[in-house]
């Protein structure tokens, strides 16, 4: 079992829809979740850090299920500009910063 | 969040031959990573490079064929020895900062390593 999975996608979803990305993970000593968001051929960029009472920015909502070891996103009225792959990453506890990151789901967003 | 640069951007080198990747960061951090990014695939750690240590090289990855430098705290350098093939890859580095209730990491833009 992969130590983080998410499903790859593609999303295909027309502007101002809503989206929601899941992210399971299988290591239950893990502490800290982020989103990442990466655009094709760039960097991974920082989306949101996932706080344990869930939290949100704007029109990202990420939620987190310690109990189900279940990581979720959820993108409202979605944009062109949202158009990317969005990487949910593991910390694990006890580690050195260690950085666990799943394959990635595509979202693509069309007019 | 931080400023980091990579150098070079991408280049094409000929198996048997090493390369050496830069990267720069605009403030002081105490931990810098290394990962790989193979095509179609999502990131692997390589290596942990702490200023004033060794290296800390994660499963599949050893010193000889990936040997890191971080002579201070704002540069760090990782060579791809007897490239081959398959070591075509983005290489990527990144800082962490602790924020909230984890460490947050930040990219820089990636090398992009095409090994003919």
């Known amino acids: 079992r992969k130590e983080v999975e998410q499903d790859p996608g593609p999303f295909n979803v027309p502007e101002g829809a809503t989206v929601a990305f899941n992210c399971t993970y299988s290591n239950s000593a893990s502490q800290s979740f982020f989103w990442y968001r990466q655009d094709c051929r760039k960097e991974p960029k920082l989306l949101m850090s996932v706080y344990s009472s869930g939290n949100e920015d704007g029109r990202f909502t990420a939620q987190l299920n310690r109990a189900s070891q279940y990581i979720s996103l959820l993108i409202r009225d979605s944009k062109l500009s949202d158009s990317a792959t969005y990487l949910c990453v593991v910390q694990f506890s006890g580690g050195y910063n260690k950085l666990i990151f799943g394959a990635g789901t595509r979202l693509a967003v069309h007019p | 969040s931080a400023v980091i640069s990579q150098k070079p951007s991408r280049d094409i080198c000929q198996r048997g031959t090493s390369l050496t990747i830069q990267c720069q960061v605009d403030s002081q951090v105490t931990m810098m990573f290394w990962y790989r990014q193979q095509p179609g695939q999502s990131l692997t750690l390589i290596a942990t490079?702490?200023?004033?240590?060794?290296?800390?090289?994660e499963s599949g990855f050893v010193i000889d064929k990936f040997p890191i430098s971080r002579p201070n705290l704002t540069f760090s350098t990782l060579t791809v020895s007897n490239m081959s093939p398959e070591d075509s890859s983005i290489y990527l580095c990144s800082v962490a900062f602790l924020q909230g209730q984890g460490d947050e990491q930040y990219f820089g833009p990636g090398t992009r390593l095409t090994v003919t």
């Open positions: 490079a702490n200023q004033g240590s060794e290296a800390t090289y």
